[in-house]
């Protein structure tokens, strides 16, 4: 009989690569998954630790896991590189600590021989549900921003050679465990990719030599930074087809101060200009980004000018959290931090006004036909048979499209006629 395992992976999508990377390995050594950790022989958890808040979650997982006497609980990811200590020190129980994206010394635990593994990316094993696959073409970041603990945890950039990832795109685009239809490229940084090691920019490159693998087809940028994006690359979404216009470009705020004080380069008025010249271009451009409100030093009036350019600029999509003081950081021992209940008021406030931007634009679909990929079947509180998601609509968030109709399995994509909207989901027959 095999052993058992099974993985809680934690934090964003990059984070999940690594995941599937050693349920690669578990699999290759002859473990089976289980969707229940009580049936597990082996609990590996793959940590954040972004956020105090991802500790927390963290300090809440391994309570709960380590009382699975039977298995086998062992601890890997960003933890690894912050809050270690105080977690040993917490979770005796842990039987295994490994180093982050030590995939070698893992292996070895698994083997009790020297490991054979070579390349720092492995062939992997889908560890979550949906028809889509991430693409992580550089880990870490060189942009050294004042309230992140990224390049603490994951280093500086470190890009993946573009043959490499062409390589383990195909593998993606023909692993029968995963019947992928959409390749999300994402980063720290996907704007800096290659810097490290071509001297240049050289997403395009890349993005020229994914589209040609057969298998996928939508592919979709995600972490698109705002002072590293070039306007030039504008026509590699009018020239390649798969290439979905769909821009994830996080600012995190408007104000010029506030940006300086991040270490962000582009201003308001710099800011302001790329959406406008992104839409002026692709008129069929969807815009997303992310917002934090609380930064030290925000005021009332900094906060009005940021509902000012959220109104101006009317982004398809917002995605917002409030600053977290996070140790360690130069904006953690910044003056003038604000208030909690001061943050959470001014994030319901950004979130109303957004609410109402997001659904007046999904309108416009409305009385249209749009191709819908499906992914999940039955969503029994909207009495509706399946939902999926169209082309602006990005893995791993909450907008969807909840479907009426039949014939309609799973990966499957199906033109739907839109009838309504919410602010963050579209319906259709």
């Not at 942009?143 to 280093?155: D, E, K, L, Q, V």
């Not at 979130?351 to 992914?375: A, F, R």
Request: net charge negative; aromatic share 10%.
């Amino acid at each position: 009989m095999n052993q058992t395992y099974y993985i809680e992976s934690l934090g964003c999508a990059k984070n999940l690569v690594d995941s599937e990377a050693f349920a690669f390995l578990l699999e290759k050594h002859g473990y089976e998954w289980v969707s229940d950790p009580r049936e597990a022989n082996l609990i590996l958890v793959n940590t954040c630790s972004f956020l105090q808040d991802s500790l927390d979650e963290l300090r809440h997982h391994l309570q709960e896991l380590s009382t699975f006497q039977d298995a086998q609980l062992w601890v890997t990811g960003c933890v690894m590189k912050r809050g270690l200590s105080q977690f040993q020190q917490e979770f005796a129980q842990v039987h295994q600590w490994i180093g982050l994206k030590d995939f070698a010394a893992f292996e070895k635990l698994l083997t009790g021989a020297t490991s054979s593994t070579q390349h720092r990316y492995l062939e992997r094993v889908p560890v979550q549900a949906g028809f889509h696959a991430y693409l992580r073409i550089s880990d870490g970041c060189n942009n050294n921003c004042s309230y992140c603990t990224i390049p603490s945890i994951r280093g500086p950039l470190k890009s993946v050679p573009i043959e490499d990832l062409v390589a383990e795109a195909k593998s993606l685009a023909n692993n029968p465990d995963r019947a992928a239809q959409e390749l999300v490229v994402i980063a720290q940084d996907t704007c800096s990719y290659g810097l490290d090691l071509y001297g240049e920019k050289a997403l395009p490159r890349l993005l020229t030599a994914l589209h040609d693998i057969p298998g996928f087809k939508w592919i979709r940028v995600m972490y698109m930074h705002p002072d590293h994006f070039e306007l030039s690359w504008l026509e590699l979404w009018k020239s390649l087809p798969k290439l979905l216009p769909f821009f994830e470009i996080p600012i995190q705020h408007c104000h010029d101060a506030i940006l300086k004080s991040m270490g962000r380069r582009k201003g308001e008025r710099e800011l302001e200009n790329l959406f406008t010249n992104i839409r002026e271009r692709l008129p069929e451009a969807v815009l997303r980004t992310t917002l934090m409100v609380g930064y030290p030093g925000e005021s009332d009036a900094i906060f009005s000018a940021l509902l000012d350019f959220v109104k101006r600029v009317r982004f398809d999509q917002l995605g917002a959290f409030a600053y977290s003081q996070e140790s360690g950081t130069p904006a953690s021992r910044l003056p003038n931090q604000v208030a909690l209940a001061t943050k959470e008021e001014r994030y319901n406030a950004l979130m109303t006004l957004q609410e109402e931007i997001s659904e007046e634009l999904l309108q416009h679909y409305i009385g249209t036909e749009l191709e819908v990929l499906i992914e999940d079947e039955e969503v029994p509180e909207d009495d509706l048979p399946a939902s999926g998601r169209v082309w602006f609509q990005a893995p791993d968030l909450e907008t969807k499209t909840f479907l009426t109709g039949s014939e309609m399995p799973l990966g499957s994509l199906v033109r739907a006629n839109i009838y309504d909207c919410d602010p963050i989901s579209l319906y259709g027959e």
